[in-house]
């Protein structure tokens, strides 16, 4: 991955398309080659409006397998309206390890997953900075055993090979941040209460999710913030597929754990987070996370540790557009070796 030349900083109307090449390896699915997007705009007759932007992503690897996201989030006039979009389309490979929070490494089995998601949500202000709005979300997902070694110990029910479900979702955010992409002062509350109905019939799962996310910021000198963030997301149901249990682990919270190494009914982590940004290109930033799944009561000690250090890079400084660069590791689990993770993508964490 490089950095652009010339870097992209917008101030009103429509910014310059920023564009980065992606390059990177993972065990399960060899070197992996494409490109990423992102541009920030403003839509038409906004005034004192947060700037919308669009992402994008695509990329193959060695092992044939396919990766495409797209993320669009706008506001409207004076932000009294806000919606987002997240399509995904990915062909690829991964490691499941069970369900739990004490599955073991030595207990993963290689899967192959087709996924295709449409995710659309959109929220009217009511109040100053209270939101009220609607979630869909519509999903297909199908696996198959990839490891020939241990495709008879799969763990996997044959009627949780594939699904097909739509969720419905209720959603209240309270945003004070001052930015949306790299935030310095302010807090974000966002709590979604869904339903999943009967859909087709190849899943005939219903039930009721919750998701909370709060995130919490303050510069108390300039250049410095801290940053705390909290998720929390539940099924109300006794049985979930487990494509579609919380998974602790990935880019965003818990770095350094392999997504889907733990994954339960429920989940909670909490994460910290110091940024300086000693000059207006650079920053660096330090992290800790801790969190845990379970099927019902929480016990402390099955709370995980993973703590790192990165780099940003704003290729967008006026409205603090980030290449983020991160390296993070696991606390040591009793018979195995730490986990680490090195991540290089747009945009923040939290």
């Known amino acids: 991955m490089f950095i652009a030349a010339h870097p992209v900083d917008t101030g ?34 906004n005034i004192n409006a947060r700037s919308s ?13 396919l990766n495409f996201i797209g993320y669009g989030e706008f506001w409207s006039n004076q932000n009294s309206f806000y919606w987002n979009i997240d399509v995904r389309h990915q062909e690829y490979p991964f490691y499941y390890y069970g369900i739990g929070n004490r599955t073991k490494l030595n207990n993963a089995i290689l899967l192959e997953n087709r996924l295709s998601h449409i995710n659309i949500e959109s929220a009217k202000e009511l109040w100053k900075h209270y939101y009220m709005g609607l ?6 997902q199908v696996f198959s055993v990839k490891d020939t070694v241990r495709r008879n110990q799969s763990s996997i029910p044959p009627n949780e090979r594939k699904g097909t479900y739509l969720n419905l979702g209720l959603v209240q955010m309270y945003d004070t941040r001052d930015n949306t992409q790299y935030t310095s002062n302010g807090i974000y509350a966002y709590l979604k209460l869904s339903f999943y109905p ?26 410095l913030t801290l940053g705390y963030n909290v998720v929390y997301n539940a099924f109300g149901s006794k ?29 909670m982590a909490h994460q910290l987070e110091v940024r300086y940004r000693f000059i ?13 799944t379970t099927p019902n009561k929480w016990r402390l000690q099955d709370f995980r540790t993973s703590y790192g250090g990165g780099l940003r ?33 747009l945009g923040e964490a939290f």
């Open 135 to 140: 979630n869909l979300l519509l999903e297909k």
């Open 198 to 223: 009967e859909f087709k019939r190849d899943n005939d799962f219903t039930g009721t999710q919750i998701n909370f996310n709060f995130k919490a910021f303050k510069s108390p000198v300039d250049q």
């Open 313 to 345: 890079y704003f290729f967008d400084v006026r409205q603090r557009s980030t290449i983020r660069f991160d390296y993070a590791m696991t606390q040591h689990l009793a018979g195995e070796k730490r986990q680490t993770g090195i991540y290089v993508t």
């Open 53 to 65: 932007f669009v992402t994008a992503k695509g990329s193959w690897t060695s092992r044939h397998a």
């Open 12 to 45: 009103s109307g429509s910014g310059k398309l920023f564009a980065v090449p992606v390059f990177g390896h993972t065990p399960e699915g060899g070197y992996e080659y494409g490109a990423a997007t992102f541009k920030n705009f403003f839509l038409p007759t």
């Open 239 to 267: 049985i979930a597929p487990f494509y579609m249990l919380p998974q602790l682990g990935n880019d965003q919270i818990m770095r350094g754990f392999y997504e889907g190494r733990f994954r339960d009914k429920k989940l």
């Open 280 to 292: 207006e290109r650079l920053a660096i930033t330090g992290f800790v996370g801790n969190g845990a």
